[in-house]
Nanobody, 124 residues
Framework: QVQLVESGGGLVQPGGSLRLSCAAS????????MKWYRQAPGKERELVAA???????VYADSVKGRFTISRDNAKNMVYLRMNSLKPEDTAVYYC??????????????????WGQGTQVTVSS
């Protein structure tokens, strides 16, 4: 099975920056899309940014101009660079990946995996 592991969260002051990383591992044949979601206390999980296989990008309006998503296909990794952080960016951030994995030597099974989440807290 494909596993995702996030890293890079932490406590930062308003206006600061953080870079989140997410590594995918397992019997991966290809990854079609990688995304970052977040969930703040008492709120629904929301899409923050996405980068399909063609490397085009999609952002939530609330983070446009401040966050940058990128991926390294050779390493099966996705990153989220977050600048000008605000207290309302405080949340648990999750990465997801969708694609095709190999099972018993046959590479035709689709997967969608989630990471365990990493806490980002923006506070003075």
């Amino acid at each position: 099975q494909v596993q995702l592991v996030e890293s890079g969260g932490g406590l930062v002051q308003p206006g600061g920056s953080l870079r989140l990383s997410c590594a995918a591992s397992g019997s991966i044949f290809s990854i079609a899309s990688m995304k970052w979601y977040r969930q703040a206390p008492g709120k629904e999980r929301e899409l923050v940014a996405a980068v399909p296989s063609d490397s085009s990008t999609v952002y939530a309006d609330s983070v446009k101009g401040r966050f940058t998503i990128s991926r390294d296909n050779a390493k099966n990794m996705v990153y989220l660079r977050m600048n000008s952080l605000k207290p309302e960016d405080t949340a648990v951030y999750y990465c997801t990946a969708e694609g095709v994995e190999c099972r018993a030597g046959i590479c035709s099974s689709t997967f969608r995996s989630w990471g365990q989440g990493t806490q980002v807290t923006v506070s003075s």
